[in-house]
């Protein structure tokens, strides 16, 4: 995890990536996420930038999303403080890690605050920890038909 200070009342309008990220089978890389809130977990976007990719391996992503277009920017709050946390959204227990951000960097836009450096998400070969229980709140439902959808191809 990962937290900066932005400036009290920030808002998050962009994001920019390019990582370099690895899935360990049996994981996929459409697994492996970024979550970047407020310090409180109450605003802010879960991604995923391999998704699609239903496999295991080692891919590199690059896009950009303009937040504000898509109804997702959100204020960091009095604090100031954005959050990141790398993690996987499927713990498959047969392997630990189940993946792994190897480098990149991800630039968010700031507005009403400090501007941020380029993100680096971690040293290479840092681990990709498991999701933490507040994050898995808001993803729940979609989690829910994701998994339904996976365990039905792995009984064929």
């Known amino acids: 995890m990962l937290t900066y200070n932005v400036g009290a009342n920030a808002t998050i309008t962009a994001i920019t990536y390019s990582v370099n990220v690895t899935a360990f089978t049996p994981s996929w890389l459409s697994e492996i996420g970024l979550a970047f809130t407020d310090s ?55 392997v630990d890690p189940d993946g792994r951000w190897n480098f990149g960097t991800i630039t968010f836009n700031v507005e009403g605050g400090t501007v941020l450096p380029p993100v680096d998400p971690g ?19 979609a989690a829910l038909g994701y998994r339904r959808r996976r365990a039905a191809k792995q009984a064929h």
């Open 40 to 94: 409180d977990f109450f605003e802010g976007v879960i991604f995923n930038p391999g998704t699609g990719d239903d496999f295991a391996g080692t891919a590199t992503y690059s896009d950009s999303a303009d937040l504000a277009a898509l109804g997702l920017s959100f204020n960091v709050g009095a604090d100031g403080i954005l959050r990141l946390e790398f993690y996987e959204d499927f713990d498959d227990s047969q």
């Open 123 to 141: 040293t290479p070969g840092g681990e990709v920890p498991e999701p933490a229980s507040a994050l898995l709140i808001g993803a729940g439902l």
